[in-house]
């Protein structure tokens, strides 16, 4: 029976995951439709491989990677396909939830999109998830120090973007 108390807790757990992970989603992907079947994939394999999850470690930072590990493997199979990936500038990322800014939301979006899949899936973790470093570094699968340095090159890419006029050189 113990067993049977296992499941709905793991399936409960997931479940308050979901919008989490539609948001990461979107973030990778930059289509809703695509984040969304990114994310069916993603559970799917999930509850596959619930057995592979260790109790007492973040679930959100487990799915997280395999979602990650899901997306590439569907770049690869597009690209394969010589199919050509477009954003949908209406649908392209979820916006930043929380504080707000003075810089418009839609310019943050296309900032956001034009960045590489690494520093958009480093930034949509630590910074639009709230995982700590070593939490976003694990569910990549990359070194701490890759994912610092993923973030400080997408946070130099997005202030270049959004205030361009603050990074060029003065006159003399």
Same mark, same amino acid.
């Given at each position: 029976?113990?067993?049977?108390?296992?499941?709905?807790?793991?399936? +409960?757990?997931?479940?308050?995951?979901?919008?989490?992970?539609?948001?990461?989603?979107?973030?990778?992907?930059?289509?809703?439709?695509?984040?969304?079947?990114?994310?069916?994939? $993603?559970? =799917? /394999? =999930?509850?596959?491989?619930?057995?592979?999850?260790?109790?007492?470690?973040?679930?959100?930072?487990?799915?997280?990677?395999?979602?990650?590990?899901?997306?590439?493997?569907? #770049?690869?199979? /597009? !690209?394969?396909?010589?199919?050509?990936?477009?954003?949908?500038?209406?649908?392209?990322? &979820?916006?930043? +939830?929380?504080?707000?800014?003075?810089?418009?939301?839609?310019? #943050?979006? !296309?900032?956001? +999109?034009?960045?590489?899949?690494?520093?958009?899936?480093?930034?949509?973790?630590?910074?639009?998830?709230?995982?700590?470093?070593?939490? $976003? &570094?694990?569910?990549?699968?990359?070194?701490?120090?890759?994912?610092?340095?993923?973030?400080?090159?997408? /946070?130099?890419?997005?202030?270049?973007?959004?205030?361009?006029?603050?990074?060029?050189?003065?006159?003399?």
């Amino acid at each position: 029976m113990n067993s049977m108390h296992d499941t709905p807790s793991f399936g +409960a757990s997931l479940s308050a995951l979901v919008p989490r992970l539609r948001r990461f989603g979107r973030l990778l992907t930059g289509h809703a439709q695509d984040a969304d079947d990114l994310v069916q994939l $993603a559970l =799917a /394999r =999930a509850w596959q491989h619930q057995a592979r999850w260790e109790p007492g470690t973040r679930l959100d930072s487990w799915i997280f990677r395999i979602m990650q590990n899901a997306w590439i493997d569907e #770049v690869r199979a /597009r !690209q394969r396909q010589a199919q050509v990936l477009v954003a949908d500038t209406d649908e392209a990322l &979820a916006a930043t +939830a929380g504080a707000p800014s003075p810089v418009d939301a839609i310019a #943050v979006r !296309q900032a956001v +999109a034009q960045l590489s899949e690494d520093h958009r899936a480093a930034v949509a973790l630590v910074l639009v998830e709230g995982l700590s470093y070593k939490e $976003a &570094a694990e569910a990549l699968g990359v070194p701490m120090g890759t994912l610092t340095s993923r973030l400080a090159r997408a /946070r130099e890419q997005l202030q270049a973007l959004l205030a361009p006029e603050e990074k060029q050189p003065c006159a003399t």
